[in-house]
Structure formats: C-alpha cells, structure tokens
C-alpha cells in the first residue's frame, strides 16, 4: 500500500548515507528553526498555549524559558514559537512550511532519549520526506479545499520523524501514519491570526503522540492515507501514487525554500521583485505612482488582506507588501509588519497598489506592473521558487538571519556557537548540548 511503502522508505533513512549536501540542508533547516523559535517565544500564541501547560520533572526544554514539560506539551509550545512569525521555510511539494512540525516534535522526543545531533538529522530527513511526499499525492486539492497543509500534512511529518528516532518498524510506522491521519487538522481560515501557528502547533504535539502511541502498540489500520473515508480522499478527494516516483537528485529537502522576509512566502516575489525595479532604477518610492499585482488565485485566498488592521494581518497583504517597499520598511526585520500597520505614511501608500487576481496557475512568480511619476510604464517579475544551490551562501545568509532573531534573546556567544555545531554537523553532539542555551530564561517560567 501507499502507506507501507511510505513506511519502508523513512525506516530506510541513515545519516551515513545522506549526501553531504542534504546532511548540511537539514542543519541549516534546524539552525533556522532555533533562530525562529527563539524569536517566538514570547508572541503571545505561546504565552496562551503556555498558561495551558504544567511543568514535569525531566521533561523537554521548551525555548526561552526555565522550564521542563511533557514531550508532546514541549512539540506544541517549541512549534508554536518557530512559526509565530511567520518567518519559516516552505516547500512547494506540500505547499506549506515543512520543518517546524518535523523538528519540533523530534527534537523534543530526541532530547528524552538523549539522541545525537545525528539522529535527529536522520530522522528529520525521514519526516520531512514523507511529509512531502504526502503533500504531493494529496495538492492542490487540498489546499484549494481550504486546508492548512502544514497543520495537515505537518502532522505526518512529525509522526514519521518521531518513528525514526524510535526505530520502529514498517508496522509500527505505518501504525504512526494511521493515527496521524485521523488526528491532522488545520484550517486556513484561521490565516492571519494565532490560529495559523496553532495549526502547526498542534502538527508537532499530535505527530509526536501518534508515533509514541504506536511504539506502545496502539491498533489502527495500516491504509488510513489511502482508505475510502480516509485522509487523502476525504481531504483532497484524490490521492496521486505517482508521488512516491522517484525525485531529481533524490531528496524534496533539496528544494527547500527559506525565507528573509518575515512575511507569507506568497508575498516575496512581489518584495523582491518590487525592491530591485526600484534599485534598477536608482529611484525611491515616492517616484512612483501606481502598483498592479497580478496574483493567482491562491494567493487571492492566502496574502491578499487589502486593509490590514494588525501585525499579523500585514504578513498575509500583498498590498501592505508592497507599500512597505515603496515607503523603505525592512521587510526582514521581525517588528517590521506590526509597527508598519499603524504608519499613516505606509497606510496612504497603499491606496497606489492593486491586486488583481487574474492568474489560475499555481506559482511563486508574482508579475507587476510599476507607474513612474515620469509617465514611465515598466514591468517586474521575480521567481522565488529556486533554492540556492551554493549552500556556503545561504549558510551565510541563514547565519545572519540567526544573529538577528536569537541573538537579542539568547546573547550572541550562544548563537555564534550553535551557527559553529550546527556549520560543523558533527553527529555525535548531544542535542541537549544543542538545546540547553536555548532555554536559557528570559521569560518566566
């Protein structure tokens, strides 16, 4: 079945022989977790979700805080924390953020088992491959049905990855994917508020419980993926087998996307493409006259809040986007969105801006069309699906994103030294070696 085979393939997962490239990709994925998880940790999704939690002796670390919970409670809050902001990667294979819920539920698992960096590495890889694997048999469909892939196909990902860490076997994983599928959720009507990290929230504490629920033998089908009534035909109405067809270069990690604009990733082409016509250009905002986004239609559903009224709101704005280009707002910086939306300069810019959602494909390619005060008409369009292939590049690039999250948290000799463990991948690091500066308090227990 679907399942099994799906099963065989996470069980067939060793570090050792992981390409070096993919091995370097699944620690820029956790380095950047960290970094977004730190950064997080006092957003006020967690403070709620945390006012839910009771601590536990030797439980797992949960970021920013002094203090020891449940496994599962650690997955939840950890999740929460890393896609508060909005600032994660994505992955088109499963149009959604692929690596919060797999890390966050395997790291806390891991840290239980005291595992190695090497072991965590291993089993993130397992997740986050099903998951995309997942993503693909299952997309458009669902999305376009209205749910949340990353709180839905989040939760196989991190059920497989914990499966990993816990060496179970084909039956035992192909349990941990059955529960999965009967406990993932995640809608996106909930996009632009607490509800969209709680979706990936949830992804991570359920995906953790399933896999520990079928190490301790809990019966469920072995086809729940692919069942009538089950996850695949009733969220999508169709499952694709040809997703399990092999891949160019092998791995969907390869193709994973990360973010430097602290916004939804259906925002950055419009960023990027908006940003450079104006440094071609050698002009400011002010120069121009009118912004037309041509948006698909996922993106009419996903980033296009004409008249945000909070933070969370201005990341899902294409219109918002785009007058904080035209006004010189970092778009990296976390603040950025939440003390844009009250800027009375920025809200006036936004009258410049049209999104017409005239486009039925699906793609990062958000072509515009840019008014000059001169008369002059010209065109940008900028595609943001095509990962860097220089990965010495993009660990710098990851670094800095680093520095500039976690740092102001955590001290920046506790950043310099997990960007150094985590440059080196050296399996055999303890990942509560990792985690330990994480914790370190800034918040009250």
């Known amino acids: 079945s679907f399942t099994r085979e799906l099963a065989r393939r996470s069980g067939d997962t060793r570090f050792d022989a992981l390409p070096s490239s993919i091995r370097h990709l699944a620690a820029q994925c956790l380095l950047d977790w960290a970094a977004l998880a730190v950064a997080g940790c006092a957003e006020p999704v967690v403070e709620l979700l945390a006012g839910e939690v009771a601590p536990v002796s030797g439980g797992a670390s949960v970021v920013g805080r002094r203090v020891r919970v449940a496994g599962r409670d650690a997955a939840l809050l950890n999740a929460a924390a890393a896609h508060a902001l909005d600032y994660d990667d994505v992955n088109p294979a499963m149009s959604g953020h692929p690596s919060v819920p797999v890390l966050a539920a395997t790291l806390a698992e891991a840290e239980l088992r005291n595992a190695t960096l090497g072991e965590v590495l291993e089993a993130f890889v397992a997740g986050y491959e099903a998951e995309c694997i997942i993503g693909r048999a299952v997309e458009p469909y669902q999305y376009e049905r209205g749910f949340h892939a990353s709180g839905t196909t989040g939760t196989f990902g991190a059920a497989v990855g914990v499966a990993r860490l816990l060496r179970l076997d084909v039956a035992g994983t192909a349990r941990a994917i059955g529960i999965a599928a009967t406990s993932a959720s995640g809608l996106k009507a909930v996009f632009g508020s607490m509800g969209k990290p709680y979706n990936v929230a949830t992804a991570a504490s359920n995906g953790l419980l399933a896999a520990r629920l079928a190490s301790r033998g809990m019966d469920v089908p072995t086809n729940v993926l692919e069942a009538t009534g089950g996850f695949a035909l009733t969220f999508s109405g169709s499952l694709d087998e040809d997703a399990l067809s092999a891949l160019p270069g092998g791995f969907h990690l390869a193709q994973n996307l990360f973010k430097y604009h602290a916004a939804c990733y259906g925002t950055h082409s419009c960023i990027e493409g908006l940003r450079r016509l104006l440094e071609e250009e050698r002009v400011d905002g002010d120069q121009v006259n009118r912004v037309v986004i041509h948006a698909t239609q996922r993106q009419g559903t996903i980033c296009a809040i004409a008249?945000?009224?909070?933070?969370?709101?201005?990341?899902?704005?294409?219109?918002?986007?785009?007058?904080?280009?035209?006004?010189?707002?970092?778009?990296?910086?976390?603040?950025?969105?939440?003390?844009?939306?009250?800027?009375?300069?920025?809200?006036?810019?936004?009258?410049?801006?049209?999104?017409?959602?005239?486009?039925?494909?699906?793609?990062?390619?958000?072509?515009?069309?840019?008014?000059?005060?001169?008369?002059?008409?010209?065109?940008?369009?900028?595609?943001?699906?095509?990962?860097?292939?220089?990965?010495d590049r993009q660990g710098f690039r990851l670094a800095a994103k680093a520095r500039s999250l976690a740092g102001p948290v955590v001290g920046g000799a506790a950043v310099e030294k997990l960007i150094a463990q985590l440059a080196d991948v050296d399996p055999s690091v303890r990942i509560s070696t990792l985690l330990s500066p994480l914790a370190a308090a800034t918040i009250p227990a």
Do not use: C, N
């Not at 699906?362 to 065109?379: C, H, K, N, Q, W």
């Open 307 to 391: 008249e945000p009224s909070t933070g969370l709101e201005a990341k899902f704005s294409l219109r918002h986007a785009a007058a904080m280009v035209l006004e010189g707002w970092d778009t990296s910086a976390v603040a950025s969105f939440g003390d844009s939306v009250g800027d009375a300069a920025v809200v006036a810019t936004r009258g410049k801006v049209e999104v017409l959602v005239d486009r039925d494909e699906i793609s990062y390619l958000t072509p515009l069309e840019v008014t000059f005060a001169d008369g002059r008409l010209l065109g940008a369009s900028v595609d943001v699906s095509r990962p860097d292939v220089d990965l």
